[in-house]
């Protein structure tokens, strides 16, 4: 299990997201580091007037609890771990949670239970990790979004790499 990949996942998370940005095409709006504008006022409670001075330490503490533990990445496997706190990100933890699930040919209600977990630690991780990849593609399609779906399938492809680069190297 990888209660200690947290930081790793992070590093990687943030140059998947990048700095500061303000597409207007982008319903997220203003964003640093990954976090909306809308995500970082409700997490301090109140309001800013710019993201552009987030740093990493900054955004560490907001990532772990609103991301990290609802994913469950303490108690994934490396490389898998990352997936699902990167898709959490991106789309929504319960999203990614049920996106896991589906992957593991399970009822996908969100909740990473025993059953979950019994089905996760007798997998092949590298095979889970792919088909997690290839199940957040199809989703990305779905969407219909072509402004942004290049860039979405091409974070899933590096991201499949990099998680199974971690998988493999423990």
């Given at each position: ?15 998947s997201e990048g700095g500061w940005v303000n597409n ?45 533990r609802p994913c469950y990445g303490e108690v994934l ?94």
């Amino acid at each position: 299990m990888s209660a200690g990949n947290y930081k790793n996942c992070l590093e990687l998370i943030l140059k998947s997201e990048g700095g500061w940005v303000n597409n207007p095409k982008d319903p997220g709006g203003e964003t640093n580091l990954g976090v909306t504008k809308a995500v970082w006022e409700e997490y301090v409670g109140h309001p800013v007037k710019t993201m552009k001075n987030l740093t990493k330490d900054d955004v560490a503490p907001l990532y772990e609890q609103k991301y990290w533990r609802p994913c469950y990445g303490e108690v994934l496997p490396r490389g898998l771990d990352f997936l699902v706190f990167s898709m959490g990100i991106n789309s929504g933890t319960g999203r990614s949670n049920k996106i896991l699930q589906s992957s593991l040919g399970i009822l996908a209600d969100g909740v990473i239970g025993p059953k979950t977990r019994e089905l996760i630690s007798s997998s092949d991780v590298s095979k889970l990790i792919a088909k997690f990849s290839e199940t957040r593609r199809e989703f990305y399609r779905s969407l219909n979004k072509p402004a942004f779906e290049k860039g979405w399938l091409s974070r899933v492809d590096k991201e499949e790499k990099e998680a199974l680069d971690m998988a493999k190297n423990g």
